[in-house]
């Protein structure tokens, strides 16, 4: 599992610009069943996104498709941990915008 910290390295009129291409982007890797959450820092200097991949390699090619990168809108940390424990319904931490 990988945790993603995106920093914005653009303004915030850019981010913005380019956000619902970056949110269309993380509904089709959820369609793809490697999404588990993602949502803006406070303050919003950047976002975190966390993945259930099995390599830094899948990481990698996923990040450079992701608009925020096409568009030179963030740069990314990356973490990779193995989770040993969850809660059972991880979909109660999800906020509406």
Not at 60 to 81: G, S
């Amino acid at each position: 599992m990988f945790v993603i910290y995106g920093s914005y390295i653009k303004p915030m009129q850019e981010v913005e610009r380019v956000l619902p291409l970056h949110l269309a982007y993380l509904d089709k890797l959820n369609d793809r069943g490697i999404f588990i959450c993602s949502g803006p820092m406070k303050p919003r200097t950047g976002g975190v996104i966390l993945l259930d991949l099995d390599s830094r390699d899948e990481v990698d090619e996923i990040l450079r498709n992701d608009p925020y990168y096409v568009e030179q809108i963030a740069r990314y940390n990356i973490i990779e941990f193995t989770p040993t424990k969850s809660a059972a319904d991880l979909g109660r931490l999800i906020k509406p915008r």
